[in-house]
């Protein structure tokens, strides 16, 4: 049962470049979830999907897409990388997407843009 | 608006030192609160909660009490030991509406033998 699992752990960028961050539970959750941690700061939610077919912006959705895949998988993507989007990513998910709910993490993906 | 405020770090002990990182929060209503863990190389961790004031939760040695007055949530553990060496974040959550945790920024951790 490995929870939580994000690829890739770590990746480099140059200014204007595309990727796709990958995140997928084998936990059988119906929500899911983006964070983005920066130095000095707390963590900050990107975008969630409090179910399969459904996503919906968090604090700071601004230059990020995402797709739910299927129930297993929530995807990240940059279209054109900004040297303001380095931070460490963190997927997250849950059973449920109201307040009940404990929010399980992955290990984070660490993205340097330059 | 709605903030966690965490002691800033690295926090540097002996291994059976006695542990305090200080949360406070700045709310509007009464949130539960949570204390997360991130171990090197793995995703965060639930490590204790408590729902409403006065409420004292506990896991692993540690505790920490809900205070309404001082809108304060302090972590503390009796004797650290090396194994907890990690990253700690203060949390808030209110019930109804989605899932969403405010953090703080978190507070590093190192035990030495």
């Known amino acids: 049962n490995a929870g939580v699992t994000q690829t890739p752990k770590f990746q480099v960028l140059k200014t204007g470049q595309s990727m796709t961050l990958q995140c997928a539970q084998d936990m059988n959750h119906n929500s899911m979830y983006w964070y983005r941690q920066d130095p000095g700061m707390g963590l900050r939610l990107i975008y969630y999907?409090?179910?399969?077919?459904?996503?919906d912006k968090g604090e700071v959705p601004n230059g990020y897409n995402v797709s739910r895949l299927n129930k297993r998988e929530f995807s990240l993507r940059l279209e054109s990388a900004a040297p303001s989007q380095t931070s460490v990513y963190f997927c997250a998910s849950s059973a449920g997407g109201t307040a009940d709910y404990e929010q399980y993490f992955g290990p984070g993906t660490r993205l340097t843009v330059t | 608006g709605n903030s966690v405020t965490q002691m800033e770090g690295p926090v540097t002990l002996s291994e059976e030192a006695f542990l305090t990182i200080n949360c406070t929060y700045t709310?509007?209503?009464?949130?539960?609160l949570f204390w997360y863990v991130q171990y090197p190389g793995e995703g965060l961790q639930l490590l204790l909660k408590?729902?409403?004031?006065?409420d004292k939760g506990s896991n692993k040695g540690f505790e920490a009490t809900y205070r309404k007055e001082t809108t304060s949530f302090h972590l503390e553990k009796g004797s650290v030991q090396v194994s907890d060496s990690a990253v700690y974040f203060c949390?808030?959550?209110?019930?109804?509406?989605?899932?969403?945790?405010?953090f703080g920024a978190g507070t590093r951790l190192a035990v030495h033998p």
């Open positions: 408590a729902t409403k004031a006065d």
């Open positions: 949390a808030l959550r209110f019930s109804g509406g989605y899932n969403k945790l405010i």
């Open positions: 999907s409090a179910s399969e077919g459904t996503t």
């Open positions: 709310a509007t209503g009464y949130p539960s």
